[in-house]
């Protein structure tokens, strides 16, 4: 029984010990003028705390983009969209999120998504697609609920939707007609 007891304790030591290593960490290199992209998880939010998200970013001009990894229109628009992130990052009243509307049991494809795609804003994933009916019409009441959608808040309010795919010059344009 001691025996026992004590090869229990002796597994409950070693898993502590590995619970508590850090992430790994790449040590890829990337290639010049490229931004390492370190992706080891991404948040899975309710519809609540997306909109204390959008609120705390009073402060900044805030571009929030829904997309999925299963939405052709939204993984054709994603390259643009980190073009225009990187042209604007630099601007601390500047902010770009994106809003994955995957599943919660296909988040590791998100985040191999994520890497393949080299995609540089802050990602969440919105976890609620069960109350979609509820928070949907929050967003925007003419919203149908399809995908790709680009929702930009000034000073916490919104100020333009977008319903469908953008060009890199229509994001470009509204985002410098109202980023002063």
Not at 23 to 42: A, C, F, R
Not at 111 to 122: D, G, M, P, R, V
Not at 152 to 161: A, L, Q, R, T, V
């Amino acid at each position: 029984m001691k025996k026992f007891l004590s090869l229990i304790a002796l597994i409950f030591s070693v898993s502590v010990c590995f619970s508590q290593e850090s992430s790994p960490v790449y040590k890829e290199i990337p290639p010049q003028n490229e931004e390492m992209i370190l992706v080891n998880d991404i948040p899975m939010i309710k519809y609540e705390l997306l909109e204390q998200k959008i609120k705390e970013e009073k402060d900044v001009f805030l571009v929030l983009n829904f997309w999925s990894t299963t939405c052709a229109p939204c993984v054709k628009e994603l390259p643009d969209f980190m073009e225009v992130n990187k042209k604007f990052k630099a601007n601390p009243k500047f902010k770009m999120l994106l809003v994955s509307l995957d599943r919660a049991k296909d988040k590791d494809r998100v985040i191999q998504f994520i890497k393949n795609k080299k995609l540089t804003a802050e990602v969440v994933l919105l976890d609620d697609i069960k109350r979609m009916n509820t928070w949907i019409p929050k967003f925007e009441k003419n919203w149908d609920g399809n995908i790709p959608v680009t929702i930009f808040y000034k000073n916490g309010e919104k100020i333009h939707f977008n319903d469908g795919e953008m060009s890199k010059e229509e994001l470009e344009n509204t985002i410098t007609k109202n980023l002063n």
